[in-house]
């Protein structure tokens, strides 16, 4: 029988395995933690990037917020304008059948004046 050789552990631990250098085991160590600190930086990045995503949403949100109430006054005054137009319009309606009458009545006196002008000569 052959016996291996290992070196005494701390109590409790299993013994290492034979056949790994301890420093080809330093060297993995410092490949995971250089990764683990490449993903934590990713990790961090990434968070950041969607830190500013949602503050971007947010003004997007409060913007599109803005030009709906903008484009609600402006649908109100270009309502409020447009009835203000149709009183214009029926206003001058109003003013024009008053001239139109103003003028049959001028007409006519003319007319009875012209009438009574030759009547009398």
Request: proline content about 4%.
């Amino acid at each position: 029988m052959t016996e291996q050789s290992q070196k005494p552990g701390r109590p409790g631990e299993p013994a290492s395995k034979p056949g790994r250098p301890i420093t080809e085991i330093l060297q993995l160590n410092q490949e995971l933690v250089h990764n683990l600190e490449g993903l934590v930086a990713e990790h961090d990045a990434r968070k950041k990037e969607l830190d500013e995503l949602k503050f971007s949403y947010d003004q997007s949100q409060a913007e599109m917020k803005r030009l709906h109430e903008e484009l609600a006054h402006a649908n109100q005054r270009d309502a409020e304008r447009h009835e203000q137009l149709r009183q214009l319009e029926q206003e001058r309606v109003d003013q024009l059948g008053a001239m139109s009458a103003h003028l049959d009545a001028m007409r006519a006196a003319v007319d009875r004046y012209l009438q009574q002008g030759r009547k009398a000569a």
